[in-house]
């Protein structure tokens, strides 16, 4: 028996949103699903407790807590409990802007960050049934799925959030030295590994190079200065986010933003009226 449920009346005007929950709940003992066709929607199903079995594409998938899939609409599979009870949580979901943010390679995955998804997955059942209740679910789906995708394992058997975590002594190094010159290597002796693993550790956290997470935060510094201090001239602006020469400054923002730190400035310079 399914318990603490919402099932949603799917109207036109929730199939026009990017992300729409169609049911969520939590199943305090699962039981056999087949479903020879699949659902309509995306289907999202998590252990708690217990143990089951996922049967898709000739295969045979064990499901233990901490564990879960997400299958695509028409995917063909059954699933069923091996341990009881066999404590899952569900979310059926749909939109057209599911494809564009939601793909991690694999149907079945562990979660590394259990509380999290947990507290997550609550945000969306919890939501009030009123007349805003379909677009603040929206959101919280939208929010979970952005969410999961850093807490699921990877290669490595850590989430990218986990490598965040790991890399947090660097990036607070670098948040609070980005004015100055850094290199790799001073880098990579805070954590005692080398320069080419913090490499593929930046990449597998960030999808960039330390040098490109570095370029980031000092423009998003340079941005703050540009919109806030009209006392700094460019060149001193350029010379406290750690970039000496005011022409590479010139060069490496107008490159990223596609327009130079003055036009930038006269855009959006707050002034005093």
């Known amino acids: ?103 991690f390679g694999t149907n079945v995955f562990k979660v590394t960050h259990a509380k999290l998804y947990e507290k997550l997955f609550w945000e969306i059942l919890n939501v009030p049934n009123n007349e805003w209740g379909v677009e603040l679910r929206s959101v919280a789906l939208y929010n979970l799925l952005i969410h999961l995708k850093k807490c699921i394992a990877i290669d490595t058997n850590l989430s990218v959030l986990d490598i965040q975590q790991q890399l947090a002594p660097i990036t607070d190094y670098i948040k609070e030295n980005y004015q100055k010159p850094l290199e790799l290597g001073e880098l990579a002796k805070i954590l005692d590994i080398t320069p080419s693993h913090l490499c593929r550790l930046f990449k597998a956290a960030y999808n960039a190079r330390p040098f490109e997470y570095i370029t980031r935060l000092r423009l998003q510094k340079a941005k703050e200065l540009l919109a806030s201090r009209s006392d700094l001239s460019i060149g001193q602006i350029s010379l406290q986010v750690g970039y000496p020469s005011p022409s ?26």
């Open 1 to 103: 028996m399914r318990e603490d449920s919402y099932f949603a009346v799917v109207t036109e005007e929730m199939k026009a949103l990017p992300f729409y929950v169609v049911t969520v709940g939590v199943c305090k003992n699962e039981k056999h699903v087949y479903r020879p066709k699949g659902i309509e929607d995306y289907l999202l199903l998590y252990c708690a407790k217990g143990e089951g079995v996922l049967h898709i594409d000739s295969k045979e998938e064990k499901i233990t807590p901490g564990m879960g899939f997400c299958l695509p609409p028409g995917m063909r599979h059954h699933y069923y409990a091996k341990t009881e009870p066999w404590e899952t949580r569900w979310i059926t979901f749909s939109g057209m802007g599911v494809e564009q943010v939601f793909s």
């Open 248 to 273: 590479y400054f010139n060069m490496l923002f107008k490159r990223q933003e596609a327009i130079t730190p003055a036009t930038f400035r006269s855009l959006y310079l707050r002034r005093i009226i």
